[in-house]
């Protein structure tokens, strides 16, 4: 019977294999293979004493010098003590209480790798009961070039042994290999069986190199097949064109707006004119600097839209956002939003707005607007893509800030139209895994990297905040620019509570564990998305956070701010209070708004001019940025002030990066460094849980191979969608992308 990637490892190895499997969950054949060493060890190079200080775990090359046994004088059998000698004389005794096993292998001369806790005994180095393995004397040695692969450990299984193992399998095992012939040819690459045995059995760096290489292909391929065949799909729907249409409502607007449209601006719009006019739905990123003007070219292609007889809906994460984005919008348009009022433009549309705060009343009418058609524009939160939403014609869907909504959630939004509408979706700033997903092709990409004329820089500096002096005088900064006509945002990392205000901070602890875990999100929670790198980092305690009351509490106090206007802001507050809050902040009747990153993204005061972000260092690259983005914009100079108690460099040199620099393309590529390229093949969105498990997205030559696999997979997909020609490549496919994860990109 031969030997295939799914036989049972139980069959080839027997009763070995039961620990395989209970301790790492290695069942087959294709397991043991894809059980990739962590590191390797040259046996000529490495293993010194030197290199290793007491109670270490020493991994020592040496030769034997000798070895004697001697019966044990507490019990029966005998112990063995053996001496071995590195490669620069230096010696350590091993000591094993039971000679059986040892004594036939353990021979002067025999050259092996000792792995063990390194003691000091009656002054001279010792191991007791090391692990080893024989390089040198056996007549059929394992390591025949002197390289050691080094797996995560499994109790009971030395490295030797799992690599006997896998010896014995690829020996043995039968494995089609899923990339054809000319493409293998074309890139170099080994066959599938040579690359796990150049990794697995390696005589020097360069096999292994080769192995892994292939390996890192056949990742890049997995994915570039899936999104070439989802694209594929998505290329087979039938959208309903939307074309542009001339004299009406696009054009009304356009004629109305006070300032021009940027050159970036007017080539994104015809990009998605483009798109929306052809018979298969539009699905495209649009990524643009923090202020570069997103929110028009959105506008703009819903007018277009609507000119077409569609409606659109626009989704955004938060009330606040979703509510700022009505008002402006609103604004934007005066009296092309009064369609069917008195004084209504001659091609007026309705805006509406839908948020799950709503009374009941209020929410009937406006389902029955949106049902009916005379709404043009919808814009809410999650209460969009709940089942009584109905639309009359849903042709274009906007997304904002697309990486805060779930798979589901924009699947049903979408779900809600006819026909597959077109789809935009807007960041800011790409998180690293937009920018996984941008470089393997998933979507259409569209940049806006010019700010508008007249916005003026915002300088950003790093405070101290363990200084009183500098924490009194960002207090008073902040009241100078307040009393020059201007107002200030200042930004906690969590709500807090109540009780918190005149207390220490770090009272709502189940909260605190979930930050510092890296796993709380903005608004709901009332804490920031922390970004993983201190957290992986493990150099720093957890400090306590302030919360919104707290802050409140302790500005209050403040000399500097005395008789200045200070309010709240954040995710828990009840709807109408947080509405009334940013109107209040929006007409000046307030000097500074204290708030959690519910202000993050959208939220448009022109007169506010400085920002002070407190515990700055527990916020994320991406989430700074944007945050800093809710100032600069009007036409007086702003300030941004990160506030960070910290003393860990690492996170220091996260934040000066953030405070030399604003542009946010910049910012997302040192982002995607620290953070990795978020989990590609399923939900997670920040690093260091990645779905891809040799790719970098940071390594140049590995996006090369993206690159390549992107258009070999293309070409694959184009002369064979469902892979029939190529079952082995299906079978692997099968074997890395579920469904769940499949459908995950193919929303992106």
């Not at 040192?670 to 989990?679: F, I, N, P, Q």
């Amino acid at each position: 019977m031969p030997v295939t990637w799914d036989t049972s490892l139980k069959t080839v190895l027997g009763a070995p294999a039961t620990k395989l499997d209970k301790q790492r969950g290695l069942r087959t054949v294709g397991d043991l293979l894809e059980f990739l060493p962590r590191r390797y060890l040259d046996a000529s190079k490495s293993g010194l004493l030197a290199d290793f200080a007491p109670e270490e775990q020493a991994v020592l090359v040496a030769t034997v010098v000798s070895a004697q046994t001697r019966p044990m004088r507490q019990r029966r059998g005998r112990m063995l003590t053996a001496v071995i000698e590195d490669d620069d004389g230096q010696h350590a005794t091993l000591v094993f209480f039971s000679a059986w096993g040892h004594e036939e292998r353990l021979l002067p001369g025999n050259r092996g790798v000792f792995r063990g806790k390194l003691q000091r005994y009656k002054n001279s180095w010792q191991l007791a009961h090391p692990e080893y393995t024989i390089i040198e004397g056996d007549t059929d040695p394992i390591y025949r070039g002197g390289l050691i692969p080094h797996y995560l450990e499994i109790k009971g299984v030395s490295d030797m042994q799992l690599t006997q193992s896998l010896r014995l399998v690829l020996d043995q095992v039968e494995l089609p290999d899923p990339v054809p012939a000319g493409i293998r040819a074309a890139h170099r690459l080994v066959d599938l069986a040579t690359a796990y045995r150049l990794i697995h059995l390696p005589g020097d760096a360069t096999d292994w190199g080769r192995g892994k290489r292939r390996l890192r292909y056949d990742e890049a391929l997995v994915v570039g097949t899936v999104l070439a065949q989802r694209r594929a799909e998505a290329d087979a729907l039938e959208a309903t064109p939307r074309t542009t249409m001339e004299g009406r409502l696009l054009a009304a607007f356009d004629r109305q707006l006070p300032f021009e449209l940027t050159e970036g601006q007017r080539l994104v719009g015809q990009q998605i004119a483009a798109d929306m006019a052809r018979a298969r739905p539009m699905h495209r990123l649009l990524q643009g600097e923090v202020g570069s003007g997103k929110t028009i070219v959105a506008v703009r292609a819903m007018l277009a839209a609507i000119d077409a007889g569609a409606q659109t809906a626009l989704l955004a994460p938060t009330e606040v956002l979703a509510q700022q984005h009505y008002r402006s919008i609103r604004a934007m348009l005066g009296d092309l939003a009064d369609a069917g009022m008195l004084g209504g433009a001659e091609h007026a549309t309705q805006v509406a707005l839908l948020t799950g705060s709503m009374t009941r009343r209020q929410r009937e009418k406006v389902l029955l607007d949106i049902a009916t058609g005379p709404v043009g524009i919808v814009i809410g939160t999650h209460a969009l893509i709940q089942e009584q939403v109905m639309f009359a014609d849903l042709g274009l869907v906007v997304i904002d800030e697309q990486h805060r909504f779930g798979v589901e959630q924009r699947d049903a939004l979408r779900a809600k139209a006819i026909r597959p509408p077109h789809v935009l979706v807007m960041t800011a700033t790409p998180i690293p895994r937009t920018i996984a997903m941008t470089v393997f092709g998933d979507m259409d990409t569209s940049a806006l990297t010019e700010l508008p004329r007249g916005r003026r820089p915002i300088t950003t500096h790093v405070v101290p905040g363990a200084r009183p002096d500098w924490m009194a005088r960002t207090w008073a900064r902040v009241a100078e620019e307040v009393r020059a006509g201007h107002q200030a945002y200042v930004v906690c990392p969590r709500i807090g509570d109540p009780s918190d205000a005149g207390a220490d901070a770090g009272e709502d602890d189940d909260l605190l564990a979930e930050v510092y875990n890296g796993r709380a999100t903005e608004d709901e929670t009332g804490a920031a998305s922390v970004d993983t790198a201190d957290a992986e980092a493990g150099a720093e305690q957890p400090r306590e956070l302030l919360g919104v009351y707290q802050q409140l509490e302790r500005m209050s106090a403040e000399p500097a701010l005395a008789g200045l206007r200070i309010a709240m802001l954040h995710g828990r507050m009840p709807a109408e209070d947080k509405e009334a809050t940013m109107q209040s902040f929006g007409r000046g009747d307030i000097d500074i708004l204290v708030s959690t990153t519910v202000i993050e993204v959208g939220v448009d005061v022109p007169n506010a001019t400085v920002m002070v972000v407190m515990d700055a260092d527990r916020f994320g690259i991406s989430q700074l940025h944007q945050l800093r983005g809710r100032i600069g914009r009007g036409d007086a100079a702003s300030l941004c002030l990160l506030v960070s108690e910290t003393d860990n460099a690492d996170s220091l040199a996260r934040l000066e990066a953030v405070a030399s620099s604003t542009n946010g393309f910049e910012l997302a590529d040192l982002d995607l460094s620290l953070r990795r390229e978020g989990d590609v093949l399923g939900a997670s969105q920040s690093g260091f849980r990645s779905g891809l498990r040799l790719l970098r997205l940071t390594n140049k030559a590995d996006v090369q191979l993206i690159e390549e696999a992107r258009a070999d997979a293309t070409a694959i997909v184009t002369d064979d969608p469902q892979l029939r020609d190529h079952p082995a490549l299906a079978r692997l496919v099968a074997a890395r992308v579920d469904e769940q994860q499949a459908a995950f990109l193919e929303r992106g």
